[in-house]
């Protein structure tokens, strides 16, 4: 245990939670209770230019043909405006994740801490990856609307100043993640899924409302408990 918190080890997955019984959400104001609630992960989407989007090649193809295997690579992505947590994407429809979609809609997106100079770069033992802060976020990805597309592409621009060059081919659209679960890592050792929920309504995007959700979050609790209503019409995140 910690200091005015509790460390839980749950027991279908290894999990842990810190909490701080002296706040009034019970979310310590540490680096551990960022990850708890989802801040990490968010700040990690918000301020990355890159992630590895992976998807599932259901289809024969590749030298040897082969098919049903994961299939990753970088993609640059960019959080809205304002911040929802849901990431941007702009893809071709030649890219092999795009023909990999079209079969299989599951996709996952990992974001890590880099590196931020050439010493941390080159010696590992200086900055090792293991230790540091990352994530994955598992859902699909769905064509932006046509009437939120003008809004997409500004946004993306900024982060994506050179793909202006080909953002208005007719080849390529812009993609939004829509988000069913976060696999959070804060370090070595320590790592849990925090939920889509605690995800997109964490403190990072409103830390003055916070109570407010910590309500809306036992409300929903008990309302799942009786039966009276589900997730996604309580939230309609999905």
Known sequence: SDEGGMIYHGADNHNHINIDFSRTNGIP????GDEESG??????????????LSTIQTEAAGATGVS???YGSVADTVDEEPSTGRPLVLLSELERNVM???????ISLH???APSTIEEFNHPDI????TQPRTTLLGRLEPVPDDELTQAKDTYLKKHPKSKAWINFDDFQMYRMVVEDVYAVGGFGNDHYIGKYEYMFSRYVCTICNLYMRIIFIMYTIYMTIGWISPEQYFSVS
């Open 29 to 32: 104001n540490t680096a551990f």
């Open 39 to 52: 801040v990490l992960s968010r700040q990690l989407v918000s301020k990355s230019y890159y992630g590895t």
């Open 68 to 70: 049903n295997y994961p």
């Open 100 to 106: 990999n979609i079209e079969s299989n809609p599951k």
């Open 111 to 113: 974001y890590m801490s």
């Open 127 to 130: 900055y090792d990856v293991m």
